[in-house]
């Protein structure tokens, strides 16, 4: 793997930390049930990406 794609996928990893985290806290404040199962569903979604990025270095 180049370093130029090394520094991409350390950045996606980045990025997917920050929106999982986002999530997390949006969970937490969080009333409307309905809401908060969405906003549980893009936690995951996260999550797996991260996993994907995480696997590839």
Same mark, same amino acid.
């Given at each position: 793997?180049?370093?130029?794609?090394?520094?991409?996928?350390?950045?996606?990893?980045?990025?997917? *930390?920050?929106?999982?985290? &986002?999530? +997390?806290?949006?969970? @937490?404040?969080?009333? $409307?049930?309905?809401? *908060?199962?969405?906003?549980? &569903?893009? +936690?995951?979604?996260? @999550?797996?990406?991260? $996993?994907?990025?995480?696997?590839?270095?």
């Amino acid at each position: 793997m180049s370093p130029k794609e090394l520094n991409y996928i350390e950045d996606a990893l980045g990025h997917e *930390k920050f929106l999982k985290t &986002q999530c +997390q806290d949006a969970i @937490q404040n969080l009333q $409307d049930p309905e809401l *908060k199962a969405c906003v549980q &569903q893009l +936690q995951q979604k996260h @999550q797996q990406i991260f $996993d994907n990025f995480y696997n590839l270095v």
